[in-house]
């Protein structure tokens, strides 16, 4: 995936936020769009849509790390295939909040069939405090801060079984 991409907040998205937050209210980012039409959102900030979704699917991971930023993760699946060119934020009513997008650089690639986490971090300081939460699938089980212990148990189990596989190889040379 790309790297340094800034999320343009469409107008609608900052009408929502600054009404929101008038109210003591938080928007609510749902889901994720991808599509496959890059482009320059700096330049459309009055955008409803992404050019061409292709695929739009529900947060299942997030955390907030401070009163403007926070992180978020989804699953790019299903049977599409495609190149990545364009992604949209969603708000719980549908409006379309924000966007990445890039004319030049692919940000990712969606094979058929398969698979991908798309994490993100928003930077939302131009945007009144606390004024965004996300909300995640209900049921999603996924919880990305458990990877690392996963790994290291995965690799402790590993070096256990060819610690086993040596004894076992020792004791079937003695035999022979």
Do not use: C
């Amino acid at each position: 995936m790309a790297d340094n991409l800034s999320i343009q907040i469409t107008k609608a998205g900052k009408e929502a936020a600054f009404n929101a937050g008038a109210t003591g209210l938080a928007l609510e980012i749902s889901h994720v769009a991808f599509g496959d039409q890059g482009w320059n959102p700096v330049v459309d900030d009055e955008a409803t849509s992404l050019r061409n979704e292709i695929l739009r699917v529900p947060i299942i991971s997030g955390e907030k790390l401070g009163s403007s930023q926070i992180h978020l993760t989804a699953k790019a699946d299903g049977p599409s295939d495609f190149i990545i060119k364009e992604v949209g934020f969603f708000l719980s009513d549908g409006t379309l909040f924000g966007v990445f997008s890039s004319d030049s650089v692919a940000l990712a690639y969606k094979m058929a069939g398969t698979e991908i986490l798309i994490a993100f971090d928003l930077v939302l300081s131009t945007l009144p405090p606390d004024s965004v939460q996300i909300v995640i699938e209900p049921g999603s089980n996924f919880n990305p801060s458990f990877i690392k212990e996963l790994i290291h148990i995965t690799l402790g189990n590993i070096k256990t079984a060819i610690v086993q596989i040596k004894n076992l190889n020792r004791i079937i040379n003695k035999i022979i």
